[in-house]
């Protein structure tokens, strides 16, 4: 029903109204005039609801074909008052109005929603730098190696430690602390020298895994100990690796006759041969004296240098060589004698690793002259021994034959030994303690 249709049967109904009045007001005026209000109250409220239900229509209808134009992409031509075609003419109260709806601004409202959209999902897209190249993101991926790595981490670790302790195993098997006693109580004046050697020993015999043998040379002039230290270092060994295992070489004993150096070398290199397997077998490391090398013939020097460099089998690479020789006395007595003065004041170690550092490359120089054996040796130069260093000698001798030690007669001993002259407060001994044993068999 249409609103002029609700204004006519309100007219009509107060028309006839007005005529029961004239008619007859005696029969209850007060009563008619009580319907007359509530009538007009639910018409007012069902007007008003019908328009609110017609006006929600015609907007959904619109809405419903607007959607529907919009998903093919058409405009349609609209009518009158903006309206799409087909749609029914507007003829309640403007609530809510497309008026500014065209076919220009509905193409631009929707162009402009899909550059929206096209810019959110270009948003998302990564930026790379101007000079390098695109690159897909990375992806962390939780990968299964790290347990295998941590697991080779924690094998390597024991492995390390498990070297460590077998490298004190191996020091302990060869008594290296023994020997440091022995050398440091029967050797005199020669301290900065054997804590070099001992330093030498203790670094290759703490492992049995060698790339070449260890080869020291002791150079010294006659009576310092050389010869003392190789009988101190035969007899060690001897009871720590066992007696095939050690062999004490004296030149002149051996092989005194040059006719027969060849004879010589061919012997001495099927005893080191034969040594060393057996070493190999016992899984230790034999120990090789040459005393007197100087006196060492050609022949033998050229088969030592072929075991030294051997690389027929591992077995030749682990042992040990030591030359004893007086070869370089003249530059270590002329050093000695000429440098005194700016050593005075330093302690033993110091002075011994100054003496060493200034003398080693003159001696090297000398050496590898008369054969390239003394090339891969690791020299060790002993000083000239001190007149308090011959007196221990003398007191230490007379003790070991069981004679009073009468400081006054060891010093009457020791005063019939030859010396240099006095150079800065030092006093060398020419012979060291050469004469000492035959000085005191006298006695």
């Given at each position: 029903m249409g609103d002029q249709d609700v204004y006519d049967r309100l007219s009509g109904s107060q028309t006839d109204g007005e005529m029961g009045e004239e008619k007859g007001e005696s029969e209850g005026e007060s009563e008619k005039r009580g319907s007359w209000t509530g009538a007009e109250s639910l018409y007012q409220f069902s007007s008003s609801l019908r328009a609110v239900v017609r006006i929600r229509q015609k907007y959904l209808t619109m809405k419903k074909r607007r959607l529907e134009l919009a998903g093919l992409g058409v405009v349609g031509p609209v009518v009158g008052a903006g309206l799409f075609t087909g749609a029914p003419v507007r003829t309640s109260p403007k609530i809510f109005t497309f008026e500014g709806l065209t076919p220009s601004s509905t193409t631009t409202t929707f162009s402009s929603l899909l550059q929206k959209k096209k810019k959110k999902k270009r948003s998302r897209r990564v930026m790379f730098p101007s000079g390098g190249g695109c690159r897909a993101p990375v992806i962390k991926e939780h990968s299964r190696a790290k347990n295998c790595l941590f697991l080779l981490c924690t094998i390597l670790f024991l492995q390390v430690?498990?070297?460590?302790?077998?490298?004190?195993d191996h020091v302990l098997r060869y008594d290296l602390e023994g020997l440091e006693k022995t050398l440091c109580r029967e050797v005199f004046g020669q301290q900065g020298a054997m804590e070099a050697l001992l330093a030498q020993l203790r670094d290759y015999l703490s492992t049995y895994v060698h790339n070449k043998p260890l080869v020291l040379s002791l150079h010294g002039t006659s009576g310092v100990g050389k010869s003392h230290v190789g009988r101190l270092l035969a007899g060690h060994f001897r009871s720590v690796v066992g007696e095939p295992l050690v062999l004490q070489y004296?030149?002149?004993?051996?092989?005194?006759?040059?006719?027969?150096?060849?004879?010589?070398?061919?012997a001495l290199t099927i005893l080191v041969s034969e040594t060393v397997l057996r070493a190999e077998e016992e899984e230790k490391i034999p120990v090789f004296i040459f005393d007197e090398a100087e006196h060492l013939h050609p022949e033998l020097l050229d088969a030592l240098r072929d075991l030294v460099q051997s690389k027929l089998s591992n077995e030749y690479l682990n042992a040990v060589y030591l030359f004893l020789s007086n070869q370089g006395h003249n530059h270590i007595t002329k050093h000695l004698l000429h440098n005194s003065s700016s050593d005075s004041m330093m302690t033993v170690s110091e002075y011994h690793g100054n003496f060493v550092k200034e003398l080693t490359p003159l001696l090297r120089n000398t050496l590898e002259m008369l054969h390239p054996l003394w090339a891969e040796a690791e020299l060790i130069p002993l000083t000239l021994l001190e007149k308090g260093h011959v007196t221990e000698c003398f007191l230490d001798e007379m003790m070991r034959e069981g004679f009073y030690p009468d400081r006054t007669n060891i010093e009457r001993l020791a005063g019939e030994i030859e010396y240099y002259p006095v150079v800065w407060g030092r006093v060398y001994a020419r012979t060291g303690c050469k004469q000492v044993v035959a000085k005191v068999n006298l006695l």
């Open positions: 430690y498990n070297a460590i302790e077998n490298l004190d004296f030149v002149l004993h051996h092989c005194p006759l040059e006719d027969d150096a060849w004879r010589c070398a061919r």
